[in-house]
């Protein structure tokens, strides 16, 4: 079967670094994208990743390993407005969406 | 960025009553959108696929003859609840994938509607 997974919840201080890791096994691969999602709104893009390697995007990277299977978010200089859901998610071979259960991330002051 | 809307943002409705919500692509076309449900400290659930001009495509366990999706033209989709009961009551996101886009093929997510049945 597909499989995404994630950490339920991870607790950081702000100012800090923070590193979400997410693992997969699908039926093909077509890219990776990480969404930011605050609780009762709809997903924001963060990242898309198809190569191997590591995406920066201001204060966001994301790294992407096909050959493992994993892909990282990684947040600095965290502000307390990052606290949100973080959700993986990859494009199998049929160009379906595979959907973490999403990490939910604390920003602690 | 590309835009998709949603209408309702949120909408209350008696237990056996139809809610029909609206799906837009404000500045592109979108050949395929998507329809997700997702319960509270859940992740995302698709429910279908839909395909401007064609029949959508429903996951499996979900009901087409309770959940009827209409994509009648590249910037519209409508999902509509029917006979809703107080267990369909969840966030419902739509997205949109842009038609002829790069194999990049972002989707882009619409605002989310919130369905309360009583």
């Known amino acids: 079967g597909q499989n995404i997974d994630q950490p339920t919840e991870m607790t950081a201080t702000e100012g800090a670094i923070v590193q979400i890791n997410c693992t997969y096994q699908?039926?093909?691969?077509?890219?990776l994208f990480w969404y930011q999602q605050h609780a009762g709104e709809a997903p924001t893009f963060l990242s898309y990743?198809?190569l191997d390697g590591l995406e920066e995007k201001g204060r966001f990277s994301s790294f992407l390993s096909r050959s493992k299977g994993y892909s990282y978010l990684l947040l600095k200089e965290l502000q307390m407005k990052d606290s949100a859901s973080y959700l993986c998610?990859?494009?199998?071979?049929?160009?379906?969406?595979?959907w973490g259960a999403g990490t939910k991330l604390i920003i602690k002051p | 960025g590309a835009v998709v809307s949603q209408h309702p943002s949120w909408v209350i409705c008696k237990s056996g009553t139809s809610v029909k919500i609206e799906c837009r692509s404000l500045?592109?076309?979108?050949?395929?959108m998507f329809w997700y449900r997702q319960f509270p400290k859940q992740s995302l659930m698709l429910m279908a696929t839909?395909?401007?001009?064609?029949?959508?495509?429903?996951e499996q366990g979900v009901e087409k003859d309770k959940f009827l999706i209409n994509h009648a033209s590249l910037t519209l989709s409508t999902l509509t609840v029917t006979s809703a009961h107080p267990e369909d009551s969840s966030f419902y996101i739509c997205?949109?994938?842009?038609?002829?886009?790069?194999?990049?093929?972002?989707?882009?997510f619409g605002p989310g509607t919130r369905l309360t049945v009583l």
């Open positions: 997205s949109a994938r842009q038609t002829g886009a790069s194999s990049y093929n972002e989707q882009f």
């Open positions: 500045d592109f076309q979108a050949t395929t």
């Open positions: 839909s395909n401007e001009g064609s029949k959508a495509t429903y």
């Open positions: 699908t039926s093909g691969f077509n890219g």
């Open positions: 990743n198809v």
């Open positions: 998610a990859v494009r199998d071979s049929n160009y379906q969406l595979i």
